[in-house]
């Protein structure tokens, strides 16, 4: 009867931190749709937002990691019971770095706004944000529902927007051979659509959390679908 | 007295933790050179010892992560000290993450050994690791003397890197484009060159921790050598 009762009250204690773990989730998906959006938009004031929204996602990481914390010191939990609120500390770091990212985007954009725009690339470059964006809703769903099928397809997604920032690189190049006067728009975009792909690794270290989480296993290979995918892009002219 | 006592044995506690983070460190950054080494010499003999020395790195993360979680159970930290503590089990996150890139260079110079060397790029590859290898050494000096200027410094150099990356792009492009069976080489080299380049960020990623953990600020711009460099190996053409 006590032990149940133990494990109740630690299951309320997760459920708890996994809440948060989900409404930081929810603002940092905002913060990426937002960044793509005022991309697109040329839109100065929304990018003002979403750097100032980042305070709010830094804010959660800290109650998240206190919260963690605190269930540490009370339960004491070991093995597997650790693992799990250990996870909950890596993904909100994980979370955290991928508001950063939106955050530099806002700031970038501030600055683009005055230089000229660059063909369709703000708007590949929001394609590529929103395939980040639901990527990380997938994740956060498999972590919730500890859903290790869901996780690897997320896991593996992560290729494609690779070969999204490989193509966007190469549109890139080309502007910048065509008229140096691109040059410095391009270096900006150039680091909005890095910091894109380097979210979705990110995005890929959570779901690896989750596989590792409900089977003790990490996936050891290079993500499957990569292999052939971004060079490619260069090799086929 | 009694609070010195406990102050002391806290202390004592971390030293022998942030210990295991450097004994871990060291078998990441010798790691990071033997996968560099036996691309180098076509080696693969030294690529399966990388890939079977991952197991002693996960290893230490988890006695790491055990050892974090025993402390905040035992001391119950708070503010600064929780930090402190919290930091150990980032820094052993990012440390588990840079082996495990050393895995897979180490898997994919085993498939490289059958295949055409491609110009001087595994030169270019070992010089790349060379840096990110130094970079790491200084980031765990600087997190063990808790020296700020340090880890900035660390935090900058990830820019040339990054450049590095990109002049190797560069050349898998020009290869590629030249001779068509080239192409299987290139991708497994880009790969390794991406590995390295995300070591790079990991490593990054420990400085920030430092200066976050000495300051209580975040670097809070995008890395500032960054910003010209990556895309203008090509605008010079």
């Given amino acids: 009867m006590n ?12 459920e708890a931190v996994q809440a948060l773990i989900m409404k930081m989730g929810g603002l940092v998906e905002e913060s990426i749709l937002n960044a793509a959006q005022c991309l697109v938009e040329n839109d100065g004031d929304l990018a003002t937002k979403v750097r100032r929204g980042d305070k709010a996602i830094d804010g959660l990481e800290e109650r998240i990691n206190e919260e963690a914390a605190r269930m540490i010191a009370l339960r004491q939990p070991m093995a597997r019971d650790l693992r799990t609120v250990l996870s909950v500390i890596k993904i909100s770091g994980n979370l955290e770095r991928i508001g ?4 530099n985007i806002g700031k970038r954009t501030i600055a683009l706004t ?10 590949s470059i929001r394609r590529m944000a929103r395939s980040v964006e639901q990527m990380l809703k997938d994740a956060l769903d498999a972590y919730i529902q500890r859903d290790v099928e869901m996780a690897r397809d997320v ?14 690189f190469r549109e890139f190049v080309t502007h910048m051979m065509e008229d140096p006067r691109n040059i410095s728009a391009c270096i900006h975009l150039h680091f909005i659509a890095k910091n894109i792909e380097r979210m979705g690794d990110h995005v890929t270290s959570i779901a690896e959390q989750v596989i ?11 993500r499957p679908k990569g292999d052939r995918s971004s060079l490619e892009t260069f090799g086929q002219t």
Wanted: glycine share 6%.
């Fill in 100 to 103: 950063d990212y939106s955050k």
């Fill in 155 to 168: 896991w593996a997604r992560d290729a494609e927007v690779d070969q999204m920032y490989t193509a966007l």
């Fill in 3 to 14: 032990e149940s009762h133990i494990v109740s009250s630690y299951d309320r204690d997760l």
């Fill in 212 to 222: 590792y989480l409900v089977s003790g296993e990490k996936p050891d290979e290079d």
């Fill in 114 to 123: 005055e230089m000229p725009q660059i063909g369709s690339t703000a708007g």
